[in-house]
């Protein structure tokens, strides 16, 4: 009895996991889970500077302005919960509204450190979370329109002790 529930498991645990990368937009590929090309998904170990190129393409990156408003702090005190909160004042229209927003840290193995996603319904694009950081370096918000406009705000954040780095 025990084996035959041992198995089961392992075939549901199985099918669990592939139902979860097909829907997270993974491919499988030789029975392992490889990442696919959503141009959201952080990849390990990836320049700051091919991350953007990869997000945007050759879009240019316009400074925000007033347009976004980027609350870090300038010091964390611990860099494993480090609060963000990002509000865009830019239309949210049918036609013309905020369509991603990205939080971005440049000395992170993993540069996205979040990717936030609106549509015209969403009334404002603004969202609050808390991030990783592994040392000290630049926090990016970056808000992409439905019509490829690309607005970026950074500000350094000094991170103290116990970044994700340790």
């Avoid at 829907?23 to 990836?46: F, H, K, R, T, Y």
């Avoid at 480090?82 to 036609?95: A, G, I, Q, S, Y």
């Avoid at 992170?108 to 969403?122: C, G, I, L």
Wanted: charge should be positive; hydrophobic fraction near 40%; charged fraction near 20%.
């Amino acid at each position: 009895m025990n084996n035959l529930r041992r198995t089961f498991l392992k075939v549901a645990g199985g099918a669990g996991a592939v139902a979860a990368a097909v829907s997270l937009g993974l491919s499988i590929s030789g029975g392992a889970v490889a990442q696919g090309a959503a141009p959201g998904m952080p990849l390990p170990d990836e320049q700051v500077a091919d991350t953007l190129k990869r997000l945007f393409g050759n879009r240019p990156i316009q400074a925000a302005g007033d347009r976004i408003k980027f609350d870090a702090p300038l010091i964390a005190e611990n860099g494993a919960v480090v609060p963000v909160r990002v509000d865009v004042e830019l239309p949210m229209t049918k036609d013309d509204y905020v369509k991603n927003v990205y939080i971005i840290s440049d000395k992170n193995r993993r540069p996205v450190n979040a990717q936030f996603a609106f549509t015209p319904d969403s009334g404002k694009a603004a969202v609050g979370t808390n991030i990783r950081l592994a040392s000290t370096g630049d926090v990016r918000a970056i808000a992409e329109t439905s019509k490829g406009a690309v607005y970026e705000v950074k500000r350094e954040v000094k991170v103290t002790v116990g970044g994700c780095g340790g």
